[in-house]
């Protein structure tokens, strides 16, 4: 036994400790993302078994919850993306230029009380901007515009998913922009720009990367917005080309099924399956598109 | 010694050399060949006195150096002279910065167009994430500047040195040069401009030396068109490529102030404050 022991067995085994339960805990997350995937995929497979891919993809009625059922998911995706369209329309004009005036504009008092609050508006609950759109944005907004407008439209229920992809825009936007050196600011002041030249024709385009993922992840967040969709759409899948009509989204199919009396196992029970599948892989695509939008325009700024 | 250029405008500055304080300063405007007349410029952020009473002329057509060690203030006057401070919201600028008989940090003067007749150039290089003719052609643009745009870019390229280089890529996006290389884009957007007056904030300290030997000799050769002040911490390049030279000091409490202005010869080889002697021979700073 030497006189000093610089042996660190103890110590050595503690930290493999510490690594395993850390390693768990990430693995965990990753676990479930794989379990949910496989649970989708082996469902919906049964599902396709029974209905034809080509059909369920490209048919244009869906009637699940009839006698007889149709399974064209069309009209489905054609309500989601109306919603998603409208929510864009609102929160990509709002949401940018709001992160132009949080980080280009707003000095530091303002800005340490708008942008708290702006993220504070993502904390609502999203069944509160599902009333919000019933008792609000259709009586009192729409209905003087549009007096045909029916309770239940796709327009009030875009505007407000809308509303609440704003904060999500302007937020990532806004670190996207904030994130531009100095130095490229006091480079376009230096030859002799006003701020609206330097804010638009310098930060934003040095920011263009980060701009367009806030726009790609806000659009997968309109996609997947399920409370509002569900209280303010309506419910009725159909393939239209009016946004004052009732629509059903893909969300709002799936919560309406659940919150019916399906039986377990039968053919709308497994529909839902399909359509959540379908979703997830919207989603996911879209991710994918922002994740390469990031790589491939990012500009490195040492 | 500091080796030092024998270019013949030496010895023909015309400004008479100041002593911070003491010296007697010819009566503002009455010289036309000085550009840039800096009376008592006073310089705070917040309750901080930066910089305090400095005034020396600027020579048309020269090059002039400020030196000093690092917190002197040298940046922050350079950073007057086109309103840069104004970017910095606790900062107060006093006194006069002379410029064709307006005084430039007056409240009633246009920084924007102020900046589009006094040019900069940074220490760091930063050309816009755009190509390298939008980087020359943006500045020509947002002034308003009309004309052939393929000509003026060529035009600026070649007077920065770097047209043979980039001929073939102008539509390659800016960043992608080497930092030399992006530093001259830089001064080649300056151009574009048409300033009379180029500021520069140490352009070459990032530089490898071969890069700067490059701007060195290239603003040799656009103080012909166009007067030069530029910051540096290397007094070797001060020594080879300026005219004249303003020595920064510290005083009291941190606050940056001149100590001597002269033909870069004599302040180099003969200076007449010990401060300058100190500094230039290596005892301080």
């Known amino acids: 036994m030497p006189a ?73 995706v054609s309500g989601t993306l109306w919603i998603t369209l409208i929510a864009l329309v609102v929160s990509l004009p709002l949401g940018l230029l709001s992160a132009i005036y949080l980080s280009e504009y707003a000095d530091q008092r303002v800005r340490d009380v708008l942008k708290p609050a702006l993220e504070l508006l993502a904390g609502v609950p999203t069944i509160v901007y599902g009333f919000f759109a019933v008792t609000f944005i259709r009586p009192d907004i729409l209905r003087p515009i549009f ?106 199919f799936i919560v309406q099924v659940f919150s019916g009396d399906v039986p377990y196992g039968s053919l709308p029970y497994l529909s839902l399956f399909a359509v959540g599948l379908l979703l997830f892989a919207i989603t996911l695509m879209l991710n994918l598109i922002s994740q390469w939008v990031v790589s491939k325009f990012r500009e490195v700024y040492e | 010694m500091i080796g030092v250029d024998s270019g013949s405008s030496i010895g023909t500055v015309t400004a008479a050399p100041v002593s911070a304080g003491t010296g007697v300063l010819p009566a503002p405007g009455t010289d036309e060949k000085v550009i840039l007349s800096i009376r008592d410029l006073n310089v705070y952020y917040g309750n901080f006195h930066a910089v305090g009473g400095v005034s020396f002329d600027v020579p048309k057509n020269q090059i002039t150096a400020l030196i000093g060690p690092s917190g002197c203030g040298k940046s922050t006057v350079l950073r007057c002279i086109n309103r840069m401070n104004d970017l910095i919201p606790s900062a107060r600028v006093e006194g006069e910065i002379l410029y064709h008989g307006q005084n430039v940090v007056a409240k009633g003067i246009d920084p924007v167009a102020v900046r589009r007749r006094i040019g900069m150039v940074f220490q760091k290089p930063n050309p816009f994430p755009k ?81 700067t030997l490059k701007i060195e000799d290239l603003m040799r050769e656009l103080e012909r068109q166009y007067t030069i002040v530029i910051v540096t911490h290397n007094m070797q390049q001060a020594a080879r490529v300026s005219d004249q030279t303003v020595f920064f000091s510290l005083g009291e409490q941190r606050m940056g102030m001149l100590v001597e202005v002269s033909p870069t010869r004599e302040l180099f080889t003969n200076p007449r404050d010990q401060r300058t002697e100190d500094y230039i021979t290596g005892r301080f700073g």
């Open chain 1, 147 to 252: 007096p045909s407008i029916g309770p239940f439209s796709a327009l009030s229920a875009g505007i407000a998913v809308g509303i609440l992809i704003i904060p999500l825009v302007a937020s990532l936007s806004e670190d996207a922009m904030r994130a531009v050196p100095r130095a490229l600011r006091e480079g376009g002041y230096a030859m002799g720009a006003t701020k609206h030249e330097v804010s638009w024709q310098v930060v934003v385009p040095a920011a263009f990367s980060g701009i367009v993922a806030s726009f790609i992840l806000a659009g997968s967040r309109a996609i997947g917005e399920t409370m509002i969709v569900a209280l303010a759409a309506g419910s009725r899948p159909q393939l239209v080309t009016n946004p004052l009509e009732p629509m059903q989204t893909m969300t709002g």
């Open chain 1, 4 to 76: 000093i022991d610089l042996g660190g067995r103890r110590r050595d085994v503690g930290e493999r400790v510490i690594g395993i339960v850390l390693f768990v805990c990430a693995a965990i997350s990753v676990l479930t993302t794989v379990g949910i995937v496989f649970v989708l995929i082996e469902q919906a497979v049964e599902f396709f078994l029974q209905v034809p891919v080509a059909d369920f993809l490209f048919g244009s009625t869906w009637s699940a919850l009839f006698n007889n059922p149709q399974f064209g998911v069309l009209p489905l």
């Open chain 2, 131 to 211: 190509s390298i003719y939008e980087n020359i052609s943006w500045g020509a643009k947002i002034n308003g500047i009309k004309g052939n745009m393929d000509e003026l870019v060529e035009t600026c390229l070649r007077k920065a040195a770097l047209w043979d280089e980039v001929k073939d890529k102008l539509k390659e996006n800016g960043l992608a040069l080497s930092g030399g290389q992006q530093q001259r884009l830089c001064i080649a957007r300056t151009l574009a401009i048409n300033p009379d007056v180029v500021l520069m904030d140490e352009p070459a300290s990032a530089l490898d030396p071969i890069s």
